[in-house]
């Protein structure tokens, strides 16, 4: 059975449109809130009753989403064309000067071009090299000793295979087990 079709006007009787103001905007609010974690949106939702009172819900913050919407009309009412591209064009040669310095950084730290630098900017990139090389040798060792400890108890286990129920049938079989296990992992 299908919903009759409700006519949108002003409900007269004032009890009966607080109480549907109040169920319609509890509605509203929900479904903004389901609207910005189902989807990952950014949502903002303002209202005020016929009262003057405010409701007001913002997802991740009211303030942040405001000042974001206030930058995109201001940019979009704004600018013209060649504001547009002129920004565009001076965003292009940023990116184009860290990309150089960048290229600039790798061929330092792998050892090219150190002509071009000075003596203070040799031993910042010798500090640098030195950390780097001490979080590289550490992690290393890391990786070392687990991989051993693997390796060890590979060998344990191929050297002293863990018991079936069928075979270990006395308690002096199971104690010396015990022993030869303890005796391996210290």
Known sequence: MARAKLQLK????????RSTFSKRKTGLLR????ISILCDAEVALIIFSPSGKLYEFG????NRIMEKYQKFTTIKDHTSFSETTEMLRLELENLRRRMKNLQNMYKHMIGDDLGSLSFKELK?????ISLGSRKLRSRKDK????YIGFLKNKVFLATYPPPSSNIMTTKTDSLQLGKIIGSRKR
């Open 31 to 34: 479904k903004a809130s389901e």
């Open 10 to 17: 002003t409900i007269e009787n004032p009890v009966s449109r």
């Open 124 to 128: 910042h990139l010798e500090k640098q």
């Open 59 to 62: 997802s991740p913050s009211m």
């Open 143 to 146: 990786i070392s000793v687990e």
